[in-house]
């Protein structure tokens, strides 16, 4: 009996069902999603939106801030201009009438991206613009007024010539001129004097407007999901941008071109 044709069949049976088995299921692992830090360390120039002042702040009053320049991870913007910070003065020293200046501590401690996103940390202030009186101190983050000594030897010098003047007539008056004018100068340096102990130094200012520098206090992880920022458009620079300087676009936020004191 001739087999072949038999074994023709059983072969070609199996082949026609083992090509009609469905093909097991392959686990594909889903693709991890990519992660964006912007650094310790990490400095973001803001912009003031209400004015500080050791005279009209105290203790417990809210800043609030706006980016003034976009922050970049890996060619990316994560943090667009606009974005706002929200702050603390957690301390308010005012000057002193003899001696000692005033202080302001702030802290930093929000960030909200255009499109809602936020991120909590604890950042101080690293640098701010020449326009702003007072100085800073980057080690405690504390904004100090300006002292004031050679107001107060002006004013003992303006006092002391008034009261020279007035000492004088006084003293041709009664035939001693010489006297007049030594008593009536102390006189007047003493009335200075006490003008300046009756009144306060210069007070620190951070003015609406003002540019500082935050410097960041820990890690910021953004997804990609919470960079999507939509059809946002960052405000512009209120001063005229040079030809050949206008911003460029960088996955739908124009970053304005600015100069920063530091």
């Known amino acids: 009996m001739n087999l072949r044709p038999v074994l023709g069949i ?3 049976g199996a082949g026609l069902a083992a090509a009609q088995e469905p093909a097991p299921n392959v686990a594909q692992t889903p693709a991890t999603p990519r992660e964006y830090v912007v650094t310790t360390g990490a400095k973001v120039p803001l912009t003031l939106i209400n004015s500080i002042s050791t005279k009209n702040s105290a203790e417990g009053d809210r800043v609030y801030l706006e980016t003034s320049f976009p922050v970049l991870v890996n060619g990316r913007i994560v943090i667009p201009v ?28 929000n960030l909200t991206l255009p499109n809602g996103v936020t991120r909590d940390f604890h ?25 004031n000594k050679g107001g107060d030897m002006r004013t003992v ?17 009664a035939g001693r001129p010489g006297l007049g004018v030594g008593v009536g100068a102390g006189a007047g340096a003493v009335a200075g004097l006490i003008g300046i102990l009756a009144t306060r130094g210069p007070d620190a200012v951070l003015n609406k407007g003002a540019t500082v520098e935050m410097v960041l206090d820990r890690n910021i992880t953004f997804s990609d999901a919470e960079l999507d920022f939509g059809n946002y458009q960052a405000p512009r620079a209120g001063q005229a941008v040079p030809a050949g300087e206008q911003g460029q676009q960088n996955n739908g936020t124009t970053i304005p071109r600015r100069r920063f004191p530091f």
């Not at 929200?86 to 302001?104: C, D, F, N, S, Y």
């Not at 010098?157 to 008056?173: D, F, P, Y």
């Open 157 to 173: 010098g303006e006092a002391a010539g008034a009261g020279a003047s007035v000492g004088a007539i006084a003293g041709s008056a």
């Open 82 to 109: 606009g974005s706002y910070v929200a702050g603390t003065v957690t301390q308010i020293k005012k000057p002193g009438r003899v001696k000692g200046k005033g202080e302001i501590y702030i802290r930093f401690d």
């Open 123 to 147: 950042a101080r202030i690293g640098g701010m613009d020449a326009a702003s009186s007072g100085q800073l101190d980057r080690a405690e983050g504390v904004v100090r007024s300006d002292g």
């Open 10 to 12: 059983i072969l070609a």
